[in-house]
């Protein structure tokens, strides 16, 4: 089955913990996202991947690295996560290359994290 | 700053009738739409995508359509049902690949 998978699911953790959270997609997607999604702000990105080696920020990258290795994976770092970073965050991927952008993205169930 | 708004932000209705959801952006150099369901504390589920040469996609019970001129997308849901109530968000596709999301409209759909 195609599809986008975050680990973990739910995440408690305490100020100044690193911690990564996993995303994997079996689609052979190049394009890879991270979304935080909070009440009354939206969806908003965090980084993006193009292709292996090739990440950039969105709009909010403070506090956050990616790292993309491999074209199946795209880990979300928090080097020290801090409470305003409780957020619920999702994975995307989507076949898109640079002038071809007519296919849509497939999210990950999200990973809500919680920093106390 | 390409803005995406969402009207009504929320909705309830009785079952059976029809569901019209709005999408309105600023910018018409879009790649694609997409509209998502999302129910609470859930990830975000694909239901229908317009690439920005089509104008409406249809599939089952869901349509919608895009007229870029005008910087609008419409979902319209028929003859809705209670399993019908989640967030719907619409989010566009710029030309660097970045999705951009509306605020979502809740819908309710009572018995």
């Known amino acids: 089955e195609a599809q986008v998978t975050q680990n973990p699911r739910y995440l408690i953790t305490v100020t100044g913990k690193k911690l990564t959270v996993t995303c994997s997609q079996n689609?052979?997607?190049?394009?890879m996202s991270w979304y935080r999604q909070d009440p009354g702000l939206g969806l908003r990105q965090i980084y993006y991947?193009?292709?292996?080696?090739?990440?950039d920020k969105g709009d909010v990258p403070e506090g956050y690295k990616v790292s993309r290795k491999e074209k199946r994976n795209f880990p979300l770092i928090l080097e020290s996560p801090s409470p305003n970073q409780t957020s619920l965050y999702f994975c995307?991927?989507?076949?898109?290359?640079?002038?071809?952008?007519?296919?849509?993205?497939?999210f990950g169930s999200g990973t809500r994290l919680t920093v106390v | 700053k390409q803005e995406v708004t969402q009207i009504p932000a929320a909705l309830s209705v009785p079952e059976g009738e029809n569901l019209v959801l709005n999408c309105s952006f600023t910018?018409?150099?879009?790649?694609?739409l997409q509209w998502f369901r999302q129910d609470p504390g859930k990830g975000l589920t694909s239901l229908l995508l317009?690439?920005?040469?089509?104008r409406e996609q249809t599939s089952g019970r869901l349509n919608a359509s895009l007229d870029k001129s005008s910087g609008r997308s419409t979902l319209y849901i028929a003859a809705s049902q209670p399993g019908d109530s989640a967030t719907y968000l619409c989010?566009?596709?710029?030309?660097?690949?970045?999705?951009?999301f509306g605020a979502g409209t809740q819908v309710v759909v009572t018995p």
């Open positions: 991947s193009m292709n292996v080696e090739v990440t």
């Open positions: 989010a566009f596709t710029d030309s660097w690949g970045k999705l951009q």
């Open positions: 995307a991927s989507s076949p898109l290359s640079m002038g071809a952008a007519n296919y849509g993205y497939t």
């Open positions: 689609m052979n997607h190049e394009y």
């Open positions: 317009i690439q920005s040469s089509q």
């Open positions: 910018d018409s150099a879009i790649y694609n």
